[in-house]
């Protein structure tokens, strides 16, 4: 099944999944007998942050369920937490298409999707019903600005979508990283940065974070750090596709848009090392593909791990293989709960 997927185009293999995925969502039964079986519950693998319970540590990443539509699935497949999004203030469509490669040499996507996303108001509609399932589930809700958004307006966005998603997501995460949308990386810089967060900060008593580029300097990853301290946000998440070339085999390499998977894993460990000396919650994020790459991560100063293109490349089973994999690495260094890591 999983195979038959890579015959299709990339994003016509997304929707359709995600159709599924969606439907299988809606049958409360039918989700909960092999939730049974997928997940992996226990107690080793559980985590705290901003007050918050995580039933494991890996994480869906932002992008794969922008609209909150498969939740219930997300959940069933046995991730700890998801986070949906980007959202934006009104819907979009989104760049034109082919916007998604595969880049199989090199076990990595390309994409310039846009954020296509169908508003926040569908999204907090949704995010609502699947409250009322009363499922221990985190969900985060990545928040950005519309295209046709001048960059000086980007803060009254960005206050919209949270405005309208605040009562539904467990920690928000503003999203100034994506190459996809022309000038948002501006959004990272110290004076658009700081007004950004001063506005911001005082809309949500919930968790804020911050998603930042890996394609920012030592410096600039510091700048983003003192004002992330300085406007009390709860953390950051590190970190977004990559906008570099480097190493790639696949002839599509030329293909624009933001790079993630395999080739994004060093500098995602990189930037997590960097990040690890501020008093900052971590999400770490960019090329995990096994339980060793999240072992790694968490022993580097991630609360928290995430995954995309792995996810995409690995299979519906790659949650249970993963945390079935972690539990089996801190046995083997003597780890006997993930708590002990932040004791
Ligand atoms: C097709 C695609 C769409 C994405 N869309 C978003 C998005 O809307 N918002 C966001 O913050 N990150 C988005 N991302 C970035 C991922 O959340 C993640 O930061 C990045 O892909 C690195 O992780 P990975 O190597 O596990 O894929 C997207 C990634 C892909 C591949």
């Not at 803060?155 to 309208?164: H, K, P, S, T």
């Amino acid at each position: 099944m999983h195979r038959l997927l890579f015959a299709l185009d990339p994003e016509t293999a997304h929707e359709r999944t995600l159709d599924l995925l969606a439907l299988w969502s809606e049958r409360g039964p039918l989700l909960e007998a092999p939730a049974r079986c997928l997940r992996v519950e226990d107690p080793r693998l559980r985590v705290e942050a901003w007050g918050l319970s995580f039933p494991n540590p890996l994480g869906l990443a932002a992008g794969m369920d922008k609209d909150a539509r498969a939740l219930g699935a997300w959940w069933a497949l046995g991730f700890g937490f998801a986070e949906v999004g980007t959202l934006t203030p009104r819907p979009q469509e989104g760049n034109p298409r082919p916007r998604l490669f595969r880049l199989l040499e090199d076990r990595a996507l390309i994409n310039r999707m846009g954020f296509n996303n169908r508003g926040a108001q569908a999204a907090a509609e949704r995010l609502a019903r699947f409250r009322e399932r009363g499922l221990a589930f985190p969900v985060g809700v990545n928040l950005g600005k519309n295209r046709d958004t001048p960059l000086e307006r980007a803060a009254e966005d960005y206050l919209e979508a949270l405005r309208v998603l605040e009562p539904y997501g467990d920690y928000f995460v503003l999203n100034v990283s994506s190459p996809n949308t022309p000038g948002l990386r501006t959004l990272q810089e110290g004076p658009f940065l700081d007004e950004l967060l001063a506005r911001l900060r005082p809309a949500t008593a919930k968790p804020l974070l911050l998603k930042v580029a890996p394609d920012l300097s030592p410096e600039a990853l510091d700048q983003v750090v003192a004002l992330s301290l300085k406007h009390r946000l709860q953390g950051l998440v590190a970190v977004n596709t990559t906008l570099s070339r480097e190493g790639l085999r696949s002839p599509l390499a030329r293909e624009a848009g933001g790079l993630s998977g395999r080739p994004l894993k060093g500098r995602a460990l990189e930037v997590l090392r960097h990040l690890a000396q501020a008093p900052l919650t971590l999400v770490s994020v960019g090329g995990v593909e096994g339980p060793e790459d999240v072992w790694e991560r968490l022993k580097a100063g991630a609360r928290l791990v995430q995954v995309y293109t792995g996810f995409v490349y690995g299979g519906p089973l790659f949650p249970r293989r993963t945390l079935k994999g972690l539990l089996r690495l801190m046995e083997a260094e003597g780890v006997r709960a993930l708590r002990e890591l932040w004791a």
